[in-house]
């Protein structure tokens, strides 16, 4: 069974400009959820999709960040315009129920 | 104040100790994740809790519920043990986690 696959895993782009980072979770799997950890903090929570729907996106930090979920599958998160402080690990897990979590690599992004 | 605290933040060991990272966590469901990640990697899942106690090789976690506490434990540990592991507390809602800030291990020769 492939695992929870991220891309890309690293990304250094300029301020002001646009990035799109990609997640597909494990087949059949309706929870996807994407987190983030920033520099020296701990990993905090951005929004969780069943299936195609977003069912709680409390995480997101500001209107610069885009999630969606096409079919409900593969999911994608856009920053734009990026900023310095968009820098970080981001992770995108995904579950089929309570108790199954399984994460991707993570995409490192910087922003310069 | 975090809602999942962990303890130590850094643990120097020398190989073959046994180790323990405790966790306290205040809201969330009667469960626990741990979780580790290398240098570089991504997060892998150690094991998920919800009472009793878990082993998994030299790895061994256990939980407390009605005092929210759990600890990792690593026996005779090894170079290749060094990593973060990070305890987290699934939500109620939706079960999302809310992380602990990790604990930072490195085992010595």
């Known amino acids: 069974e492939a695992g929870v696959t991220q891309f890309p895993s690293h990304s250094v782009i300029e301020k002001g400009q646009t990035v799109t980072l990609r997640c597909d979770p494990i087949s059949g799997h309706d929870n996807l959820y994407w987190y983030r950890r920033v520099m020296g903090k701990e990993i905090k929570f951005l929004l969780h999709?069943?299936?195609?729907?977003?069912?709680?996106e409390s995480g997101m930090p500001n209107n610069r960040f885009l999630a969606e979920r096409t079919g409900g599958t593969y999911s994608t998160l856009k920053v734009q315009p990026a900023e310095l402080e968009d820098s970080g690990v981001y992770f995108c897990?995904?579950?089929?129920?309570?108790?199954?979590?399984?994460f991707g690599s993570g995409t490192r992004l910087t922003v310069v | 104040k975090n809602e999942v605290e962990q303890s130590p933040q850094n643990l120097t060991a020398q190989e073959g100790e046994f180790i323990t990272i405790n966790c306290s966590y205040s809201v969330g469901i009667s469960a626990l994740h741990w979780l580790q990640q290398h240098p570089g990697g991504g997060i892998v899942s150690l094991f998920m809790?919800?009472?009793g106690k878990k082993k998994h090789g030299r790895l061994i976690a256990t939980i407390n519920i009605q005092e929210k506490h759990s600890s990792l434990h690593i026996t005779a540990s090894h170079p290749r043990d060094s990593a973060v592991y990070i305890c987290a507390d699934p939500m109620e809602y939706g079960n999302k986690l809310v992380f602990g800030a990790g604990t930072i291990l490195r085992v010595k020769s």
């Open positions: 897990a995904s579950s089929q129920d309570r108790w199954g979590y399984t």
């Open positions: 999709f069943v299936k195609e729907s977003k069912q709680d």
């Open positions: 809790l919800s009472s």
